[in-house]
């Protein structure tokens, strides 16, 4: 990704112009502590895009039954992984909440009620990521779950309902990862640069043209492109944060992948901004 390209793209953009879009390929937790290609990317996209009023991220990490907002003042830091150095379980990311937004985040949604959450807080699908970009931690962040028990087409379609939020300063991130097998990951290759099986590296591609030639459906009814796919989406909880993504694609965006590396054969850190 060009970030300078984007920069002049979105230097124009005004406190009623709409929000870019991202998903964001989070990958290890370690990212959020580590200095890499990935996380200065993330450093960098934040300091050339628009600034938020607020940032609504949707986690592979936070899947539920119902759909629910974080709506509390001071969301707490969650260390959701194990058999990580100790300095990753210290991290703190206190950004704050906005219990405001929560609730208009609610009022947006009709297709399902939306409980205001009091207990989650942001699990490392989302402060790994944001405390590169946003590193003083004065941008107020919400997380919404994934309600797991809903198909893909669900995910999408409730997205849409989100598009208000665009228009009002919130930048929407999806964090998960399009290609996510761990069973399959090569331990041993971690450390080769852009190391991805074959398989891996078609249906990245594939899930690239879709995204941009606009064709959603494919990629909703992701089970159809192939056995390829059924290595790379062996559960879906990292592929649906990015049908939120999808969801909020308007005609007019410009695409722009980032990040776009293979990660131990079979994981992908591809990431994208629609603006």
């Avoid at 991290?91 to 609730?103: I, T």
């Avoid at 409980?115 to 919404?144: C, F, K």
């Avoid at 064709?215 to 390829?228: M, S, V």
């Avoid at 290595?231 to 694609?249: F, K, N």
């Amino acid at each position: 990704m060009n970030l300078h390209t984007l920069k002049q793209t979105t230097d124009a953009l005004g406190a009623t112009d709409r929000m870019p879009v991202l998903f964001i390929g989070h990958g290890s937790p370690m990212n959020g502590i580590e200095d890499n290609v990935f996380s200065q990317n993330w450093h960098d996209l934040g300091k050339e895009l628009p600034r938020p009023t607020a940032v609504l991220v949707i986690s592979a990490h936070w899947l539920t039954n119902g759909t629910h907002v974080t709506a509390m003042d001071h969301p707490q830091t969650i260390h959701d992984f194990r058999g990580f150095p100790r300095e990753l379980f210290e991290v703190e990311y206190p950004a704050p909440g906005d219990p405001a937004l929560a609730q208009e985040t609610k009022s947006l949604i009709h297709s399902t009620n939306v409980g205001l959450d009091h207990d989650w807080g942001l699990d490392h699908g989302t402060w790994s990521i944001v405390r590169h970009m946003y590193p003083e931690a004065n941008i107020p962040v919400l997380q919404l779950s994934i309600d797991y028990a809903k198909p893909a087409s669900y995910h999408y379609a409730l997205a849409k309902e989100l598009e208000a939020l665009r228009k009002k300063g919130v930048l929407i991130i999806g964090s998960g990862n399009m290609v996510h097998n761990l069973r399959m990951v090569a331990w041993d290759r971690l450390q080769e640069p852009e190391f991805g099986f074959d398989w891996a590296n078609e249906i990245n591609e594939t899930f690239k043209k879709h995204i941009r030639q606009h064709e959603h459906q494919a990629l909703i009814e992701y089970e159809r492109l192939g056995p390829a796919v059924r290595l790379a989406i062996p559960t879906p909880d990292h592929y649906y944060p990015l049908l939120y993504t999808l969801g909020l694609q308007q005609k007019g965006d410009d695409v722009r992948f980032f990040n776009d590396k293979a990660v131990g054969g079979s994981l992908t850190m591809t990431s994208v901004v629609l603006s």
